[in-house]
């Protein structure tokens, strides 16, 4: 055999080596040196993979687009993540607020109830205080009362004691409007109309000035009240009987000049 044959000869057994070698080849792809091989069920050569990454068998799906898509998906559940723990921290913070808040409410409302409550005491002490003078005074004038009487005396009214210094004071009778401050024992219905008859004489006397028409007025309609106090007399406390006259007594001799205070 001469040098060409010899040559031909060779050349068509390694061509004949390499076709039969492929699929040895296409098997041992997963062993392959290269830096990166992909082979999910051993159907992948190297050299479909490298010769066209985004074709050929499997390449669109294994390669860069499915790592891109899965990247994006990992940084939106990343995103999620903290847009979730964001919300849960707002959320405790608004819990606390309403927590506080109400904390705060009920904490005003047990201090509101507790100084209502001891403005109450305080003001029962306060009546209770008044309740024990008033009846202390009672019991005195009841006493001053007793010995007049013994000593023969009226315990109301000595008809010979000049009423003419009566005079009412300024929280009693306003000398810039005229207005008048009734004592609480003139204060029943029989004596209504006749407080409203001298409130309108003070409210005149105080815009015209006193006149002897106009004192005359006043001091009628005042001994008219005093009788109506008489009629009572069984029904009140010395004390406020006697108050009570020397109020109507003073209305007369403030009703005869001007009004000061």
């Known amino acids: 055999m001469n040098t060409a044959m010899r040559k031909l000869t060779l050349s068509g057994l390694c061509l004949m080596v390499l076709i039969s070698a492929g699929p040895i080849l296409e098997a041992a792809g997963p062993f392959f040196p290269r830096r990166t091989i992909y082979n999910f069920g051993g159907g992948l050569s190297p050299s479909v993979y490298y010769g066209n990454r985004w074709g050929g068998y499997g390449g669109g799906y294994y390669g860069g687009g499915y790592y891109d898509s899965g990247a994006g998906y990992i940084r939106a559940q990343g995103k999620a993540q903290v847009d979730r723990s964001k919300a849960m921290i707002n959320y405790q913070e608004a ?32 009546i209770k205080a008044k309740d024990a003078a008033r009846q202390a005074a009672n019991e005195r004038q009841t006493e001053i009362n007793r010995k ?16 003419d210094s009566e005079r009412l004071n300024s929280s009693q009778l306003n000398p810039a409007t005229g207005e008048i401050s009734w004592p609480e024992s003139l204060m029943g219905n029989e004596f209504q109309a006749s407080r409203e008859k001298l409130q309108e004489l003070y409210s005149l006397k105080n815009s015209t000035g006193v006149t002897s028409s106009l004192s005359r007025q006043i001091s009628d309609e005042a001994n008219s009240m005093k009788n109506l106090l008489r009629g009572q007399i069984r029904h009140m406390l010395p004390n406020d009987y006697l108050a009570a006259r020397g109020f109507i007594e003073g209305l007369i001799n403030m009703g005869k000049t001007s009004v000061t205070g």
């Open 95 to 126: 819990q606390s607020k309403q927590l506080d808040n109400q904390k705060k409410m009920a904490e005003t409302y047990v201090a509101r109830q507790k100084a209502q409550r001891a403005s109450i005491a305080e003001q029962q002490e306060i």
């Open 148 to 163: 007049r009487r013994e000593s023969g005396l009226s315990p109301y009214f000595n008809a010979s004691a000049s009423q």
